[in-house]
């Protein structure tokens, strides 16, 4: 009878302890910032007006974003004559209450030290995620940046209307 008690109590520790490893795996309980990752913009989602400014080089053909969760970026931008201008930096992003519109301030170290400021969304209802990116200079410039209640194209109180707006596609 105690081998057979022994038994039932030893199966019933097995049982349990069988059990007890279905333990619920904790969550980050922060939230990445939906900017986080590799972005490509090319052909006709390079701003116009990026295309303007590079014009002596034929313009711009292809930008590669890449926003680090350490809030640290670096921006590949291959000229259509095949130069390569490398920027790298830090930002600061805060959700605006306007919609998915995000707001951006960049401080760029490399290659020369300059701040831009400007908005951001992301559409995260299709895949590859797509974002709207319009940000400008302001260290050293008149220019105002774009504000999330302005909307899309209101750099310079509107004065570039779209043709500074860049699009880019998650990789």
Do not use: H
Request: proline letters at 5%; aromatic letters at 10%; glycine letters at 8%.
């Amino acid at each position: 009878m105690k081998k057979l008690l022994s038994l039932l109590l030893m199966l019933t520790f097995v049982f349990f302890s069988a059990c007890s490893d279905e333990e619920e795996t904790p969550t980050n309980s922060t939230p990445t910032d939906p900017i986080v990752g590799t972005w490509i913009s090319t052909g006709n989602n390079v701003a116009p007006l990026l295309n303007t400014i590079f014009a002596s080089v034929g313009g711009v053909d292809t930008i590669y974003a890449i926003f680090n969760s350490n809030k640290s970026y670096t921006v590949k931008q291959v000229n259509k004559n095949r130069g390569i201008l490398n920027y790298a930096g830090t930002y600061t992003a805060t959700k605006s209450s306007v919609g998915n519109i995000y707001t951006i301030k960049l401080e760029q170290s490399s290659p020369s030290v300059i701040t831009s400021e400007g908005i951001y969304e992301i559409n995260t209802g299709v895949t590859p995620n797509t974002m709207k990116y319009e940000v400008v200079q302001t260290s050293g410039t008149q220019f105002a940046p774009p504000t999330p209640a302005a909307g899309f194209g209101s750099t310079a109180g509107g004065t570039f209307g779209t043709t500074n707006i860049q699009n880019y596609v998650k990789k």
